[in-house]
């Protein structure tokens, strides 16, 4: 990552915008993430991007098997633009590609359903290991894949005769609770240096009008 270009384009933005995007750096987190299973309601779903960047989370997996994923920018807000989206539409059985993905990079597998074996959100553990949770639409909800191959079950724990929330009210239920938990905790949760720099870059590009051109002018002017 190029650090000299990074503090040119921050030249170019102004120091309340530097101040809010190195603020929201220092909050974010890659310890939990969300996966989102074939939704085909795309309000639900860019509710849910809208939640992760309110929380701080940073990277959303999003599972295309039979429904392909499209931001509804009225209710995402420009969310989406801050967030690391990562999609897997490529095979017969993305599913299972996102499961094998997010374990090999040391993440629990987490269905947010009723089962048998779950834990009440209050009760779920965060000092266990980095957590993914999947979420799945709402009629049919998460897989037989996701539910054979995942290590916990997490459920909100409810009082009344409606057996479940929605998934973008769901999301922020959990994530509200598990990212509280988790800042008050003394696990390590927040970016690396490199992390912290690739995003920086990112987000200023995003918030400047011609970047292209300033770039171009940074390499005209240092040629590095």
């Known amino acids: 990552m190029n650090l000299e270009l990074i503090k040119y384009l921050a030249n170019c933005v102004t120091d309340s915008r530097l101040e809010v995007i190195n603020k929201v ?9 969300v996966a989102l299973e074939d939704l ?10 809208r939640t992760c960047d309110c929380f701080g989370i940073q990277d959303v997996h999003i ?8 931001v509804n920018r009225d209710i995402a807000l420009g969310s989406a633009q801050w967030l690391t989206l990562n999609k897997y539409n490529k095979t017969n059985n993305n599913t299972l590609e996102t ?3 997010l374990r090999n990079e040391g993440y629990r597998i987490v ?8 834990v009440n959100l209050e009760d779920f553990d965060i000092t266990k290991g980095k957590i993914a949770l999947f979420f799945g639409s ?3 909800g998460l897989s037989s894949i996701v539910l054979d191959n995942a290590d916990e079950f997490l459920k909100i724990p409810m009082v009344g005769f409606t057996e479940s929330f929605n998934i973008s ?8 609770h598990l990212t509280l938990q988790l800042r008050k905790s003394e696990i390590e949760w927040q970016l690396s240096e490199t992390e912290k720099n690739i995003l920086m870059y990112k987000w200023l590009y995003n918030s400047l009008k011609d ?4 770039e171009k002018e940074f390499f005209k002017r240092y040629g590095k």
């Open 111 to 118: 269905a947010t359903t009723p089962h048998t074996k779950d």
């Open 25 to 33: 750096l220092n909050l974010r987190s890659r310890y939990i993430t």
């Open 99 to 101: 499961i094998k993905f």
């Open 211 to 214: 970047p292209q051109g300033i």
């Open 138 to 140: 709402e009629r049919p």
């Open 63 to 70: 599972i295309e098997n039979e429904n392909k994923y499209e």
């Open 40 to 49: 085909f309601q795309p309000h639900n779903a860019s509710a849910v991007l």
């Open 169 to 176: 009210v769901s999301a922020a239920i959990i994530l509200h």
